[in-house]
């Protein structure tokens, strides 16, 4: 490997670009750490009309949130049960982002169908309730 040269090019690397910055290895972190940053500036960018748009709903839009039925787990270790309430067996534990499909509702409660295998090894389909302090309905977001 050829010495560099602070804007050069060093003998025998005549076909090489000059390197601008003294540690290829450092330049090359940092452009990639801009090209994050720019990336992120743009879904931001993209993203905010969309949250501006859902922050005030329209009757569609509220249509549409009453009618999503896949709820995601917010937190760890939440008890997956056999009925809504405290007093009923867990039957086991759901992690985030372990989600499932509504099939029924009783106040606080949510009964879901699990999507997917779960984090801890709960098979898919499996049914059970677990609280709505623990757990989210989808968000659909409107991009137009």
Same mark, same amino acid.
């Given at each position: 490997?050829?010495?560099?040269?602070?804007?050069?090019?060093?003998?025998?690397?005549?076909?090489?670009?000059?390197?601008?910055?003294?540690?290829?290895?450092?330049?090359?972190?940092?452009?990639?750490?801009?090209?994050?940053?720019?990336?992120?500036?743009?879904?931001?960018?993209?993203?905010?009309?969309?949250?501006?748009?859902?922050?005030?709903?329209?009757?569609?839009?509220?249509?549409?949130?009453?009618?999503?039925?896949?709820?995601?787990?917010?937190?760890?270790?939440?008890?997956?049960?056999?009925?809504?309430?405290?007093?009923?067996?867990?039957?086991?534990?759901?992690?985030?982002?372990?989600?499932?499909?509504?099939? *029924?509702?009783?106040?606080?409660?949510?009964?879901?169908?699990?999507?997917?295998?779960?984090?801890? *090894?709960?098979?898919?389909?499996?049914?059970?309730?677990?609280?709505?302090?623990?757990?989210?309905?989808?968000?659909?977001?409107?991009?137009?």
């Amino acid at each position: 490997m050829a010495a560099e040269v602070w804007g050069r090019v060093a003998p025998g690397e005549r076909g090489r670009a000059p390197h601008l910055f003294p540690f290829p290895s450092l330049e090359a972190s940092l452009l990639k750490r801009s090209a994050t940053v720019a990336a992120m500036s743009l879904v931001l960018a993209l993203a905010a009309p969309a949250a501006a748009h859902a922050a005030s709903p329209t009757r569609e839009s509220s249509a549409a949130a009453s009618s999503c039925s896949t709820w995601f787990v917010n937190s760890n270790g939440v008890n997956f049960r056999t009925g809504p309430g405290t007093g009923y067996r867990s039957v086991g534990l759901l992690y985030y982002p372990d989600s499932g499909t509504k099939v *029924g509702e009783t106040g606080s409660w949510v009964k879901l169908r699990l999507r997917y295998k779960s984090r801890t *090894g709960l098979p898919a389909g499996t049914t059970a309730w677990v609280s709505k302090s623990y757990s989210n309905p989808c968000l659909p977001i409107d991009l137009t």
